[in-house]
């Protein structure tokens, strides 16, 4: 019960155990180098079906977190589990969603959603319907065909979250996903993203740098702290899902909860 | 290109030279410009001769294995550079050296080791077009996006998987390289018959000049330039097909 003991550092609000832990990352460190510390012994645990994000001023840490869990990185010391079993790189179960889109721009919107299933080894009609579905899920349906040089950013970030659909992992790991797309796109996708959620049964770990966005979109927000890279609060933002997202911007819990957000974190930003 | 408000066609200006090339000719001013008419009458003359033929055969087959041999091993010692840094700064002294080296000093050299005979030739092709080949396909390694490769890693990709989209990634530095390697591996072919000068073109050309036919060597010259120019624009257009996504990898 580690977390709840984090949890209960900060101040306030209360912070529910978690009672089904999917990840759980368990005393991890990540060193560059000799000196540089990213990330020093954090011990979180992520609820099953949950969105979790992780947020944080430049240099917390976050990104280097999320891509720990990938499997991508390894930590310095400590472990990473997922539904209970130690993992030290990528697996099937989690999927990634990359800042930067890191679609093939060699290949058609099709080719590039079916290629976690291609690399799977997943035979290529099946594939193709499965990546099809998907397409459609993010809107993007009719846009098989094309090349991501065709297409805006928002449009690829789509086809970006598609590819991470198509493989069904239980864990979709996302890293700033929407921070390269205008605001408004970013809008429309963060509300996507809710629906989403009601649709797919999965658990969500997401690195954003923008409050609103956290306080928005989370279950449960994991602030970090830079230099070294640590868990500084937990805050669960309770924002009833009823609410219409128009509305939600204008609620007072959540304006109170970026409020709070962006006081604990004032201190590490010049 | 305009003038006196008229489009006038960018070859135009070529007809200006040929004309002057013609004077030039008729009046025998310069004794090695015989008229113009005369090199294209001379043209048709050198096509069709059999020692054309010949030349030109082996030409070709000196300049096709010169340059297989340039991609076969210049594109894996690219990816190597590009992948290891050991490799790396072992081996980038090197080949920048051999780039822009006058290599037409070493042919006499490949001419102890090879022998004087389609050996030699081969080798010059190959070290005039290897080198660029070889850092282009570094080049373009080190510029694949490292989120490419932890997208397919995230997914499980086995190291063949990961190479392919190394490969695919690289692909349009690496076609530069090899269009660039192809325009050199011209001039290697034919600095090396001139100087090995007993077989192929660079023999044509040594027998033109020993019996002063002029108008045959001019024609001869013609020809290789089209022929260097055509080469260049057909890679140039292969590579246009694929450009589209060069400058999409940030």
């Not at chain 1, 009823?242 to 959540?254: K, T, V």
């Not at chain 2, 790396?88 to 000093?105: H, Q």
Request: proline share 5%; hydrophobic share 50%; glycine share 8%.
């Amino acid at each position: 019960m580690q977390l709840s003991m984090t949890a209960t550092a900060g101040p306030g609000v209360p912070v529910a155990p978690v009672r089904e832990p999917i990840v759980e990352v368990r005393n991890v460190s990540k060193l560059y180098g000799n000196t540089v510390v990213a990330l020093q012994d954090i011990d979180l645990s992520f609820e099953k079906g949950h969105l979790t994000s992780l947020l944080g001023p430049s240099g917390c840490g976050k990104t280097t977190l999320l891509k720990i869990v990938a499997g991508l990185l390894q930590p310095s010391s400590g472990e990473i589990r997922v539904k209970g079993k130690p993992v030290n790189g990528p697996g099937a179960e989690r999927a990634f969603v990359f800042q930067d889109f890191a679609l093939m721009p060699w290949a058609s919107v099709l080719e590039n959603a079916a290629y976690g299933l291609k690399v799977q080894g997943i035979a290529k009609s099946e594939r193709e319907d499965r990546a099809r579905h998907y397409i459609g899920e993010v809107g993007l349906h009719g846009f098989e065909k094309k090349y991501p040089h065709e297409l805006s950013g928002g449009m690829r970030q789509r086809v970006g979250l598609a590819r991470a659909l198509a493989v069904d992992a239980d864990i979709l790991l996302m890293d700033e996903p929407f921070s390269a797309v205008d605001e408004q796109t970013r809008r429309k996708f963060q509300e996507d993203l809710m629906r989403l959620r009601e649709v797919e049964n999965k658990t969500f770990l997401f690195v954003t740098h923008s409050i609103e966005e956290a306080v928005y979109v989370s279950d449960r927000i994991v602030l970090l702290s830079p230099r070294p890279g640590r868990v500084s609060e937990i805050i669960d933002p309770q924002i009833s899902r009823e609410i219409s997202p128009d509305d939600l911007r204008r609620d007072e819990n959540y304006l109170d909860t970026v409020e709070r957000i962006w006081t604990g974190i004032k201190k590490y930003v010049e | 290109m305009t003038l006196y408000g008229h489009h006038v066609p960018k070859m135009a200006s070529l007809i200006v030279w040929v004309i002057l090339w013609e004077i030039v000719g008729r009046f025998g001013l310069v004794m090695l410009f015989p008229p113009f008419t005369e090199v294209i009458a001379a043209m048709g003359e050198v096509v069709t001769s059999r020692s054309f033929a010949e030349a030109i055969r082996i030409t070709v087959i000196s300049y096709l294995l010169g340059l297989a041999l340039a991609l076969v091993l210049g594109i894996p010692l690219g990816f190597l550079m590009g992948l290891s840094r050991t490799a790396d700064k072992l081996l980038n002294m090197w080949v920048n050296t051999f780039l822009s080296a006058p290599l037409s000093a070493l042919v006499p050299v490949f001419m102890i080791l090879f022998g004087l005979g389609t050996p030699t030739v081969v080798v010059t092709v190959f070290m005039f077009a290897v080198w660029i080949i070889v850092l282009d396909t570094r080049a373009g390694v080190r510029h694949v996006a490292p989120s490419l490769l932890e997208m397919s890693r995230s997914f499980g990709a086995s190291w063949s998987e990961l190479f392919k989209i190394i490969f695919l990634a690289a692909l349009p530095e690496i076609l530069a390289g090899i269009r660039l390697g192809m325009i050199r591996g011209v001039k290697g072919v034919v600095i090396g018959q001139l100087l090995v000068s007993i077989i192929g073109v660079g023999a044509l050309f040594s027998l033109y000049q020993q019996n002063f036919q002029m108008a045959h060597f001019w024609a001869l010259v013609l020809l290789l330039f089209a022929c260097a120019l055509s080469l260049a624009e057909l890679v140039a257009r292969l590579e246009k097909r694929i450009q589209y996504y060069a400058g999409e990898r940030n």
